[in-house]
Structure formats: C-alpha cells, structure tokens
C-alpha cells in the first residue's frame, strides 16, 4: 500500500519537474532566437562600445594600433570595373585634350 502512494508521489514530482523545466526551455527560446540576437546583440555593441573606449587604457591602446597605409597609386575598385566591363586597357592611356 505505502510503496504504491509512494510511486504515485515519485511520479507527481516527476511531472511537476518536466513541466517546469519544458516552461524554462519556452522562457529561453524567444531571447535566444537568432533573429531577436541579431536585433539585440549590435544595439548592444552601440551602446557598451563608447563606454569602453572613455577608458583611457583601452583608448590608448586603441591608438597605438598601427593601421596598415593604403598607397594612392592602387587602382581603386570602381575604375577597375569601369574598365573590365568596358573594355578600355587602361583609363590613364585614354586622354582628351580640348582645344
């Protein structure tokens, strides 16, 4: 008699656990869904980032980045296009002198 109002509780608490634990699993689902992440996370960055950077440690590290510098006689990408699609060989050949 005890032993079967015994397994009668076991499997009461074993209900009332899963349904606790398939509630948090519905909580987490819609703050850890890629779409609110990708909403939420850069909002996020927007916001923290400024903050970080008022550290004066962390802007002089910042600037004692050495970036590398770009050359101006690298063809840029739109002139490269300009003249793949249509056809010229090269844009400092072709010149016009008005007179």
Request: glycine share 2%; proline share 6%.
């Amino acid at each position: 008699m005890w032993e079967e109002k015994l397994q009668e509780i076991q499997w009461q608490v074993l209900r009332n656990v899963t349904t606790m634990v398939t509630k948090l699993v519905a909580i987490t689902d819609f703050p850890f869904s890629p779409m609110v992440l990708m909403m939420i996370l850069p909002l996020f960055l927007l916001l923290v980032l400024p903050k970080m950077i008022k550290d004066l440690d962390t802007k002089n590290e910042v600037e004692s980045i050495s970036f590398p510098k770009i050359n101006d006689d690298m063809p840029k990408i739109s002139e490269m296009l300009t003249s793949f699609f249509s056809g010229e060989t090269s844009r400092k050949t072709k010149t016009h002198h008005f007179q």
